[in-house]
């Protein structure tokens, strides 16, 4: 049999929960689109989303070590498949839309800027009206891909990328404004923070930062020893304890496991992401950002020659020299730092 659109919105309309959300049922598009024959509305905004540019520049960004040479390390291109795969199987055991959730965790991390959350933090301090990496992730679908025209995606999506960024704040934020209005994007919002408890430890364990000995034994009790007994405990827990009341659904974990994840979260703050072993490294790359940040707001010909033509608004200019530099990878930015600010050797024939 072949599934047309039609076909697979009959399915989802026959199987999903009542809470679910539904492709036949979107409240659409920034612009009008003819709806696609073969393809639901998420399952083309998942595609666009892993056809574009900015999602392929996800593999040289840095999730938690710097630009890591070693392969077993992940990128922020790991992570977010990894989020992905997490949110996809909460979703099918929850009768969620997957494709609306794998096509918010593949495009959850677009924004990020070089140098991880060290790139957010100095943007954000000298960008006017400062930076964020979930509004630049919306900015990267709207405006900035395919040479200006945007992704056009559904508004389904659009708000799971924005509202999927939580640093230290609850799991599960008491303020419905700051959760995404379908379940599908509140999914992605605690995949992601299951995904980055399991695999940032799993990092710092191989990359010699911290040792099996230095986790909390209270949260390894309850989650698991091993990185697939983590996350397993996290999902399961997850399903078990979510609430279902006809067409409600309240997403929660029981009191002692959302301990164990804030326990784990708090450590990896305090004993990976700000030691100094990792931390020097984003310390010297707030220099490169910072650096390469003001001489592109100063430089009319080089502004021309990497960005293109110059505007004599400050506002606008600084606006495309803040979107050039989020969109950088780690490589590329080291490498355009080093090709303006380092001298040449002098060849000599």
């Known amino acids: 049999m072949i599934l047309l659109r039609l076909d697979i919105e009959k399915r989802e309309r026959d199987w999903l929960a009542p809470y679910a959300a539904r492709a036949a049922e979107s409240r659409g598009r920034l612009v009008y689109e003819p709806e696609c024959e073969l393809r639901t509305a998420f399952q083309r905004d998942r595609d666009r989303i892993t056809h574009s540019k900015a999602f392929r520049r996800l593999k040289h960004k840095t999730q938690v070590f710097l630009s890591p040479t070693g392969d077993h ?7 977010t498949l ?4 997490i949110a996809r199987t ?54 900035l891909e ?7 995606l559904t508004l389904e999506v659009r708000d799971g990328i924005v509202k999927h960024s939580k640093g230290k704040s609850p799991i599960i934020s008491p303020d419905p404004k700051k959760m995404a209005f379908t379940v599908e994007g509140r999914v992605v ?15 710092a364990l191989r990359g010699g930062v911290i040792r099996e000995s230095d986790i909390p034994a209270d949260c390894l009790r309850v989650l698991g020893d091993r990185t697939s007994a983590r996350i397993n405990s996290m999902v399961l827990n997850l399903v078990r304890n979510t609430r279902i009341n006809g067409r409600d659904i309240v997403l929660g974990f029981s009191p002692e496991v959302e301990e164990a994840m804030i326990g784990l979260r708090d450590f990896l ?3 990976v992401y700000d030691v100094n072993k990792v931390h020097e490294d984003f310390i010297r790359s ?3 950002v910072r650096e390469l940040y003001e001489i592109f707001m100063q430089e ?10 110059w505007p004599e608004d400050e506002t606008q200019r600084a606006r495309e020299v803040c979107d050039f530099i989020a969109g950088m990878t780690d490589r590329y930015a080291l490498d355009l730092y080093q090709r303006i600010f380092l001298p040449k050797p002098w060849a000599v024939f």
């Open 73 to 79: 390390y992940r990128t922020r291109l790991t992570h």
């Open 146 to 152: 395919k040479n200006g025209k945007g992704l056009n």
């Open 300 to 309: 009319k010909s080089l502004f021309r020659k990497e960005i293109g033509p």
């Open 286 to 288: 707030t220099k490169v």
């Open 269 to 271: 703050y305090d004993h």
């Open 189 to 203: 919002r605690i995949a992601d923070i299951i995904a980055y408890i399991a695999h940032d430890i799993d990092d």
């Open 90 to 143: 909460i979703s099918r055991a929850l009768r969620l839309n997957e494709d609306l959730t794998e096509a918010i965790s593949l495009g959850h991390d677009l924004g990020h800027t070089p140098f991880g959350h060290a790139g957010e933090d100095v943007l954000n301090e000298i960008f006017p009206g400062g930076f964020s990496h979930h509004e630049q992730g919306l900015r990267v679908t709207d405006c």
């Open 82 to 85: 990894e989020v992905a795969q």
